[in-house]
């Protein structure tokens, strides 16, 4: 495989600029935003509550009239399969003294919204829902919060995002504490428009009453969609290749980390760091891989990475053990179970384990008729493994791919002709 090419806008950074537009006072411009599935939901989200929001391709304007500039919707809001947009939809909706009612996918109704709906009554907003407010259809009435200091069970941006959101127009000052650090883009665009967020190691603080301005935001290409090009030019013979513009935020470069400890060959070219979120070029040559122990808190920094490190590792010299990364069976699908089952179907020696998974490589893969199981993530990763397959692998539902990365297939097909 050989080029250079840029991966789409990062994911959870479009979401945020959307949102973000949509509570700030005046126009916000965003370039490179990713037009997957999931962020569309946000933007159709925000439109139900009010917001004007121009799009043209990866260029979208949100003409935002401050948080009490949301209305009411008239319609239950659909946030399909994405997880972040439910969460930081809950704490922003939080604030708000009217009724929404809020649903999902079938993916969706089966992920924890407890982590969030729980902290978020504590705070005052009356919520309720499927199993007292844990699960989808989810029905949120806010306004009046007051400010909570919360320990988060769980290393979780969405969740850290969801608190502060809701601390944006509680009484007084809300703190979230995390286990480790997870991803900190909520930190970083709430500077960039205007407010103050209070970074104390794992406890990050917000207090109330403040207002979002207004601003452009300049979206970088998503690490966790270069990540595929990045062990397909690591696994694949001969290959050279070359991402231009991906976000390289320290808390999502566990991926860099890890191939780099498995002897990968990357190099990271032009970093521009001054920028709000960082970003850089990189480059992947084919590598001799050596296993690997992924364990304790690099875990949020590379946690949508698992899949494709877990194909990484079926073609490493010896045994790759990831744990503590129980998280995986709340995503998109159960990751550990349709990481291991797909797979194997493909011949490699990977088994579950209670909070992660063992791998043994090098081995040679082959085609298999293999399944996404409607997770995008799974059904890109399982693309990259027909690469190395022999014979011909053949993919159920790979419609998925476009919840984050729209042109996913032709960017592949182009690297190797
Ligand atoms: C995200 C946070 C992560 C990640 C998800 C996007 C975000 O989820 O897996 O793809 O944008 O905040 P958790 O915060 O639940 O770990």
Excluded: W
């Amino acid at each position: 495989m050989n080029g250079t090419m840029k991966v789409p806008g990062d994911k959870s950074i479009s979401h945020r600029s959307v949102m973000f537009g949509a509570l700030a006072h005046g126009k916000t411009t965003v370039t490179g935003l990713l037009t997957g599935d999931d962020c569309l939901s946000t933007i159709e989200c925000f439109q139900k509550l009010g917001v004007e929001i121009k799009r043209d391709g990866e260029y979208v304007e949100i003409y935002g009239k401050g948080l009490e500039g949301l209305k009411e919707p008239t319609e239950v809001l659909n946030v399909g399969n994405s997880g972040t947009t439910i969460r930081l939809l809950l704490g922003i909706l939080a604030n708000l003294p009217f009724h929404t009612t809020v649903i999902g996918d079938e993916s969706i109704a089966k992920r924890p919204m407890g982590r969030v709906t729980l902290p978020l009554k504590e705070m005052g907003a009356k919520i309720d829902g499927r199993e007292d407010g844990k699960f989808t259809p989810i029905s949120i009435r806010g306004g009046n919060l007051r400010g909570i200091n919360y320990q988060s069970p769980v290393a979780s941006a969405q969740v850290k995002s969801a608190i502060l959101l809701a601390g944006l127009n509680a009484s007084g000052i809300t703190s979230v504490t995390e286990p480790e650090d997870s991803r900190d883009h909520t930190e970083r665009m709430l500077q960039a428009f205007g407010c103050n967020v209070k970074v104390d190691g794992l406890t990050k603080s917000i207090e109330g009453g403040q207002k979002l301005q207004a601003t452009a935001i300049d979206v970088p290409g998503d690490i966790s969609s270069a990540a595929f090009f990045l062990v397909a030019g690591a696994i694949v013979n001969n290959s050279s290749i070359k991402i231009k513009n991906v976000g390289i935020n320290p808390t999502r470069t566990g991926i860099l980390d890890i191939l780099e400890k498995m002897d990968a060959n990357i190099t990271i070219e032009n970093a521009n760091h001054e920028a709000s979120e960082p970003y850089a070029d990189i480059a992947v040559e084919t590598s001799n891989l050596q296993a690997v122990e992924i364990s304790g808190d690099i875990i949020p920094r590379l946690i949508d990475e698992i899949p494709i490190l877990a194909l990484a590792a079926t073609q490493a010299e010896g045994t790759t053990i990831i744990k503590d990364a129980a998280e995986l069976k709340v995503k998109e699908t159960n990751r550990i179970d349709t990481v291991v089952a797909e797979l194997k179907k493909m011949g490699a020696n990977i088994e579950a384990t209670e909070d992660g998974m063992k791998i043994t490589g090098p081995t040679k893969l082959h085609g298999a008729r293999v399944s996404s199981h409607g997770d995008h993530r799974i059904g890109m990763m399982l693309a990259v493994a027909s690469c190395i397959a022999s014979g011909v692998t053949e993919i159920e539902n790979t419609s998925a791919i476009t919840i984050s990365y729209p042109g996913f297939f032709e960017q592949l097909q182009a690297l190797q002709s």
